[in-house]
């Protein structure tokens, strides 16, 4: 069901992209005739950016098809990180549109041309801006749809082309009302929003490639379906990693009682995993937290070790709390924020403090990551 999800994707990705070329080559003609016949760089100028747009979509039904072959043995994770390449790519054509039309702007600014506009140029120009809003209103909206980060990057780019479009629009008007040429002015002013938006894809998606936090809303989904079961004492340490939009790998700790048998365990896991994957697509594997705190010792040491922690408002979440009663042992995670500079310091006083409440037991405080809600 998950692989028909991903095969449907892709196909829906490619046929927005073809759509997507088809109309930026129609504007591409349009313009350049319109630009040519006006002698206005800046119109020449915004259909050589739609061929680039052209040039976007081709890039990203090539990552798409790259990103939806399977797992071989040299890439045992699959290739859907291809697409956050892809990002990549049409950011930098984003950037050198952006640093083009600069340069070509300031340029009309030091040494401008008279420009001939005629009503019709100005009917077209006005024509490929709605078509142009309409395009990148649609690719982000299927892009959110398919989580495909290339297409909302096209729709991004397509959105400040039409931008771009209605600034040659208004010096259009202007040079037919008034007779002044002002597209070298206008075009500084939106090359500055090209290149502002093409290093924010660029952003977002090296972002990508390093590792972000994952969803909330999945992580709270995910974490909701295991607590479901009613085995389960709590859910913790969810780390997800992501191969590609909708490919995810991950692990999770749950807590468990621990009388409870190796077969037991094993149907228990084996349950998580298959409805985890069902219901969200997720590959999990599942760590095991025993809890054994019924005693009045394993009581009143866990108390001692929460009032303990509530002094260190930087600590998130204490879990993972294990007794080994006749090796006289006590084991508990912690999970600190980020911005807390000396996490071990703080693990070593809580420690120390234990300790020096209860010296006839070892006390073990373990440092876990916050990676997810």
């Not at 992209?17 to 591409?28: A, D, E, K, W």
């Not at 500055?192 to 994952?214: N, P, Q, Y």
């Not at 191969?243 to 999770?252: E, F, K, S």
């Not at 037991?361 to 809600?373: A, H, I, M, Q, T």
């Amino acid at each position: 069901m998950v692989e028909e999800k991903k095969t449907n994707r892709t196909k829906e990705i490619v046929k927005v992209s073809f759509r997507g070329i088809g109309v930026n080559l129609v504007l591409v003609v349009f313009k350049a005739v319109v630009g040519l016949l006006a002698n206005s760089i800046a119109v020449v100028l915004d259909a050589v950016n739609n061929l680039s747009d052209a040039l976007s979509s081709i890039i990203t039904i090539i990552g798409t098809k790259i990103a939806g072959k399977g797992a071989d043995k040299k890439h045992p994770y699959g290739h859907g990180r291809v697409e956050y390449i892809t990002s990549s790519i049409i950011a930098v054509i984003m950037l050198a549109a952006g640093v083009t039309a600069l340069k070509e702007s300031i340029e009309k600014i030091i040494t401008p041309t008279k420009t001939d506009f005629k009503i019709y140029s100005v009917i077209i120009i006005a024509a490929a801006v709605g078509a142009k809003i309409v395009l990148g209103l649609y690719f982000r909206k299927k892009g959110k749809q398919f989580s495909s980060s290339s297409l909302i990057s096209s729709g991004t780019d397509a959105l400040f082309d039409a931008v771009l479009s209605t600034a040659t629009l208004v010096s259009a008007v202007v040079a037919i009302g008034w007779g002044y040429n002002i597209e070298g002015f206008l075009g500084v002013g939106i090359s500055v929003f090209i290149l502002k938006a093409g290093i924010e894809v660029m952003r977002d998606a090296i972002s990508e490639l390093i590792g972000v936090r994952i969803d909330s809303e999945l992580a709270e989904g995910i974490k909701s379906k295991i607590a479901s079961f009613e085995e389960i004492h709590g859910v913790y340490d969810l780390i997800l990693h992501t191969y590609g939009p909708g490919q995810l790998i991950g692990a999770v700790h749950v807590e468990i009682d621990d009388d409870l048998t190796a077969r037991q365990i094993d149907t228990l896991t084996r349950r998580i995993t298959a409805d985890v994957y069902h219901t969200f697509g997720v590959i999990l594997t599942v760590g095991i937290y025993a809890s054994n705190t019924s005693d009045d010792i394993s009581k009143t040491i866990r108390k001692a070790a929460e009032e303990k922690i509530r002094e260190y408002p930087q600590i998130l979440q204490m879990h993972g709390f294990y007794m080994e009663h006749e090796a006289k042992v006590v084991s508990l995670d912690i999970i600190l924020d980020f911005k807390e500079k000396n996490p071990k310091e703080i693990s070593e006083k809580i420690c120390a403090a234990l300790q020096s409440e209860f010296p006839e037991y070892r006390f073990y405080v373990n440092l876990d990551r916050d990676f997810s809600d």
